[in-house]
């Protein structure tokens, strides 16, 4: 895509009114030492401003294990679930209180929301969920969602906040999706392996070049790139368009939703759809078995 094409595609951004936010342990976490301070206000900062410009944002943000990891005295992530439950614990009480610490001086009121993805697989916990975050919204306030890591141990093998961030846009029908990382974008090629590697600057999430390019996992959060484009695509379901960028990027926020060219714009044309077929298509998990007898 071109940069006029560009410009044109991303400012349908300046017209949104509901966001969804996703910030990553590895843009939060001073190098898994604790949250970075100048980080939190930086970035609560912005979404202050964006608040009150009337934005709807429900933020979904990583960082209860990393946070965990200082209190327990503990150097690493670890490999056992219930040593990780444990930081999750003690990490996500310190995680709230620093964004209730640094959104309540701008009169920005916050609220808690644990999920698992079973939360929104079950209808009616589904129906429940969406119902209470459109009352929190509606009541101007700001949510702030984790995975309940504490007690759900697949997530911490194999989920991710930006699959869960995409499944929270399905979920309150957000108009964007913004994947806040350490990186500037999808690259198009492994930055840490090619220093020539550029950034994408557009392209059509379905587009299947970019499964190739896509990067693997970091130690310290669960998401790489890979995961960012397959939440990508399930943010397209309900038309969600995605962008990906660096949150240490000076006043990232409002440069996005002005619609400059800042990160990866991942854009779908396909029709979205309805909200029953989005939670039958992305919510459920086949189950069942396939029995061969010997006349088969």
Request: glycine share 8%.
């Amino acid at each position: 895509m071109s940069d006029t094409a560009d410009n044109t595609a991303r400012h349908r951004l300046t017209s949104v009114r509901r966001w969804v936010i996703k910030v990553g342990s590895a843009l939060l976490t001073n190098d898994g030492l604790g949250l970075d301070p100048l980080v939190m206000k930086t970035l609560t900062r912005q979404l202050a401003s964006l608040h009150a410009l009337g934005h709807e944002v429900v933020l979904v943000s990583s960082g209860a294990i990393a946070a965990g990891l200082v209190r327990l005295n503990l150097a690493e992530r670890p490999r056992e679930i219930h040593l990780s439950q444990a930081a999750a614990a003690v990490g996500q009480s310190a995680l709230v209180r620093a964004y209730e610490d640094c959104l309540g001086p701008h009169g920005v009121v916050t609220a808690q929301i644990l999920l698992s993805h079973a939360d929104v697989r079950a209808r009616d916990r589904y129906l429940n969920a969406r119902s209470t975050l459109n009352t929190l919204l509606g009541m101007g306030v700001l949510p702030i969602i984790n995975e309940n890591d504490t007690v759900v141990t697949d997530e911490i093998r194999l989920g991710d906040n930006d699959t869960l961030a995409a499944l929270v846009a399905n979920l309150v029908d957000a108009e964007a999706l913004l994947i806040l990382t350490d990186q500037d974008g999808l690259m198009d090629r492994d930055p840490r392996q090619d220093k020539d590697a550029k950034l994408i600057a557009s392209a059509d999430v379905h587009d299947p070049d970019l499964d190739a390019i896509a990067g693997e996992g970091s130690a310290l959060g669960r998401g790489g790139m890979a995961t960012k484009l397959s939440a990508a695509r399930l943010a397209a379901r309900s038309g969600t368009s995605t962008i990906i960028a660096n949150g240490r990027l000076p006043d990232v926020i409002p440069k996005v939703v002005e619609g400059q060219l800042v990160g990866t714009f991942l854009h779908t044309n396909r029709q979205p759809l309805s909200a029953r077929k989005q939670w039958l298509a992305s919510l459920l998990h086949a189950q069942g078995q396939l029995v061969l007898d010997e006349g088969a």
